[in-house]
């Protein structure tokens, strides 16, 4: 248990925080939280993005987070009376040292009514070592992977996102990543929905930044939680009060990032989109698929992250991989079918205790059968997102696939990449055996060489 004298320090350091998930988040440090329990509670990107469309295509492109097509602001304007949306260069440039990159996007012709876009980093997948000098940028290793959705208001006509860079001791040149606009919402999207950020690196270091404070605070926030740390942000203050910030479970690296993994933010954004894809396809995701999907929930207040859970759960079905596989359910079965499927394929339940699907993000929960979803899938009564939504959100699902997500988290956040199927899998079962033990998996991950190297040498 951690002394009340630290809890209340913290709480008085998170009281002025800018983000009211903050202290919801802070709430891990009390009592029992930290220990492992069960809980209870877009698309990524194509390694090629689309080729570019006209104008009149753009306005009926699918988007990710409905299932709807994507209509112009309004429908009874003609295309030559809409504005554009692009990116205010070619090319953008920032240091590492700064921490983020500035791109601009502007706004041109008809500003009158609210337009939005989605800019998304084009992330290269490929396992290349953080200290090769190949002259692209990797989000593993030299910026977070973005995707954010960039909203006009009538008469505004520029907007900037931030995309957070990593200062790592690496002696790497400058490296390059792609941006890309789509998705757009009252407007077109013009010629320049491409442009190209440079990161030019810093000369290299002997010492491995990791073991700094407030860059490895930071690296928890961007690892697991897919954004930049609110302005008084409590973990720095515990680790710089502690003891020993390696081996005091009360306060210590391994408490601390464990605790970000645990938070109620990663259970609202990790979590959750960890298990729209057990459901769908019983296996894990990729670290590609959560990580671009994490970065689409992330939102700057608990109302915009709602909002985007909402707009991810009715556009799952036309989600990457999830796609192909709808399509042919759709093709082959009836409505009530899918249900069916969805409660049974993998998990065999006959009814789920879940929110209920009126007010998903509230606490009132429900019992319901599967015949239930199955006709009201069937009749209408909810779409499919929402019993997907229903069915991930049940307490069965979520006790069912804690240890599986605890697990391939520290994969996704620790080491960037895919779990490797042998070393998961011992993990899981020492998980299972040592369900008190966390700190052992904790420390293994967080001191490895593989994931010291990320930032500098081991």
């Known amino acids: 248990m951690i002394p009340t004298s630290l809890v209340v320090r913290i709480l008085v350091h998170s009281c002025c925080a800018q983000r009211t998930l903050s202290l919801l988040f802070v709430s891990l440090l009390l009592g029992a939280a930290l220990l492992p329990r069960a809980a209870h509670g877009m698309r990524p990107q194509e390694e090629n993005p689309p080729a570019r469309q006209t104008p009149a295509r753009r306005s009926e492109a699918k988007t990710s987070w409905t299932s709807s097509i994507v209509k112009t602001a309004s429908d009874n304007r003609s295309g030559e009376d809409l504005g554009v949306v692009q990116f205010g260069a070619a090319n953008f440039t920032a240091d590492e040292a700064s921490k983020s990159a500035t791109i601009n996007v502007a706004r041109m012709g008809d500003a009158s009514g609210a337009v939005s876009v989605r800019l998304i980093t084009l992330d290269d997948p490929s396992a290349v070592p953080c200290n090769a000098s190949t002259g692209t940028a990797y989000a593993r290793c030299d910026y977070a992977t973005t995707v954010t959705r960039i909203e006009f208001a009538p008469g505004e006509t520029q907007r900037s996102v931030s995309i957070p860079l990593v200062d790592d001791a690496h002696a790497e040149g400058d490296e390059t990543v792609g941006l890309f606009l789509d998705f757009p919402f009252g407007a077109f999207v013009g010629e320049q929905d491409r442009a190209t950020l440079t990161i030019s690196a810093n000369p ?8 700094a404070t407030p860059f490895f605070v930071r690296q928890q926030y961007l690892d697991f939680l897919s954004r930049e740390p609110e302005a008084e942000e409590p973990w720095s203050n515990v680790l710089n009060l502690c003891s020993d910030v390696n081996n005091n479970p009360e306060c210590d690296r391994p408490t601390v990032s464990s605790a970000f993994y645990r938070s109620p933010e990663f259970q609202l954004k990790g979590f959750y989109i960890f298990r729209f894809y057990t459901i769908t396809f019983g296996g894990l995701p990729t670290y590609a698929e959560i990580t671009r999907d994490m970065a689409s929930v992330t939102g700057a207040t608990p109302q915009e992250l709602f909002q985007k859970k909402a707009q991810f759960a009715e556009g799952w079905p036309e989600n990457g991989r999830a796609a192909e596989l709808f399509r042919q359910m759709f093709a082959f079965r009836s409505r009530g079918d899918i249900a069916l499927y969805l409660m049974t394929k993998h998990y065999n339940l006959t009814q789920i205790t879940t929110p209920d699907p009126a007010d998903p993000d509230g606490t009132r929960k429900v019992v319901l059968t599967r015949e239930e979803l199955a006709d009201a899938l069937h009749y209408g009564r909810l779409s499919v997102g929402q019993v997907v939504r229903a069915i991930a959100d049940s307490d069965e699902v979520a006790a069912a696939e804690y240890n599986r997500a605890f697990v391939a988290m ?32 904790v420390k293994g991950f967080a001191n490895s060489v593989e994931y010291r190297l990320r930032f500098g040498q081991p």
């Open 410 to 441: 520290q994969y996704y956040g620790y080491l960037r990449r895919d779990p490797e199927p042998e070393g998961f899998n011992n993990w899981l079962n020492y998980l299972k055996a040592n369900p008190s033990d966390f700190r052992t998996m």
């Open 204 to 211: 290299a270091r002997a010492s491995n930044p990791i073991d």
